[in-house]
């Protein structure tokens, strides 16, 4: 992950030197809402970049405020006489101009422009590559959460946004007496066909294919899972999938919520943060914290929000329909 992530490093630094916020913020330290609003920036994606800034050593808060540090100071400022913009402006990429679009419109750049699902559904290629590369991700995670949560007595459970099934496989295997449903787009039906079949779980987990904004799901479910898919979304969607979990949960059913959820100590890791900051520029989502999450959640109509930390800085919600 550590590895991974290290990719919007320099983007993020550079994008930020070219868009002019190091001597912004030298000149009137302000928190992401006022600078966005006095550059005409995005909030959200200025929040997102500022809060992986931070994490990288660049700024500091103080009393709400972003504050260049000592490093920024020296290496950051275009008077200084040990300015570096021309040296990170060098490795300008399209990843650099991903997050200056992203700061400047709010716009996610997902691939060269074009949204990532859309694209997946329209190249294979590029789908059946992100499934494989969500399964590597996700097989750690999904053993762990399969050894923490206990099932009794569940037996029907719904993953929406499952991707290739990865979770609701390792949730089968722990529990034999569970079904499960996979949601997904049409693109993972191959690779989650091939896995199934190699786990020998084609019986008691099934790949429903279809939009999960826009098609029916299986109701009467006494577990609805979001594992990672949340984080892909604006609040208003985010609110469009909850209330359709609500539905399809049974009356004493649980919605379950698994992704990566920072604290304030998390989000000084560059990883969390710079994760979020690939969330957004990808996909238009974020990383939210357990307190935005479980406004989200009562928003949408639930109730006893519970946490337990699972995996690194994975965690996993648990509430029921208010
Ligand atoms: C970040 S991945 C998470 C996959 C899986 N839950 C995991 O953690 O490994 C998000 C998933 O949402 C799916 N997705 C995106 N838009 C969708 C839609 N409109 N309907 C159904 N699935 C969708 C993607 O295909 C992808 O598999």
């Known amino acids: ?39 005409r920036l995005d909030r959200v994606g200025t929040s997102v970049l500022l809060e992986f800034l931070a994490a990288l050593g660049y700024l500091a808060v103080h009393g709400g405020r972003y504050h260049l540090t000592p490093a920024a100071r020296t290496f950051l400022l275009p008077d200084g006489s040990r300015y570096w913009g021309p040296m990170l402006t060098l490795g300008w990429d399209e990843r650099c101009t991903a997050v200056r679009e992203l700061v400047t419109t709010g716009t996610p750049h997902g691939y060269r422009g074009r949204g990532i699902w859309e694209t997946h559904e329209r190249s294979p290629r590029h789908g059946e590559q992100f499934a494989r590369a969500m399964h590597a991700h996700s097989a750690g995670p999904a053993t762990a959460l399969a050894s923490q949560l206990d099932l009794t007595g569940c037996t029907a459970l719904l993953e929406v946004g499952g991707g290739v099934g990865t979770f609701a496989m390792a949730l089968a295997r722990r529990n034999p007496h569970l079904k499960a449903t996979v949601l997904d787009l049409p693109v993972v039906e191959r690779e989650a ?52 979990a609500r539905a399809a949960l ?60 699972v995996y690194g800085h994975y965690a996993l919600i648990t509430a029921r329909p208010a």
């Open 250 to 309: 049974s009356v004493d059913g649980r919605l379950l919520v698994h992704q990566v959820m920072p604290d304030d100590a998390a989000r000084l890791s560059p990883t969390v943060s710079g994760y979020s900051l690939a969330l957004a520029v990808m996909t238009g989502g974020r990383l939210r914290t357990f307190r935005e999450l479980v406004a989200l959640l009562e928003a949408s109509g639930f109730a006893d929000c519970t946490v337990t930390p």
């Open 193 to 244: 066909n091939r896995l199934l079949e190699r786990a020998d779980l084609a019986e008691r987990v099934r790949l429903r294919t279809g939009d999960m904004f826009a098609d029916p799901w299986p109701g009467d479910q006494d577990r609805v899972l979001f594992a990672d898919v949340l984080s892909d979304w604006d609040d208003e969607h985010c609110r469009g999938l909850l209330e359709r």
């Open 1 to 39: 992950m550590d590895t991974f992530m290290s990719q919007y490093r320099l983007p993020a630094v550079a994008a930020a030197d070219r868009l002019g916020l190091f001597p912004s913020l030298a000149g009137a330290p302000a928190d992401a809402g006022g600078l966005a609003a006095s550059r």
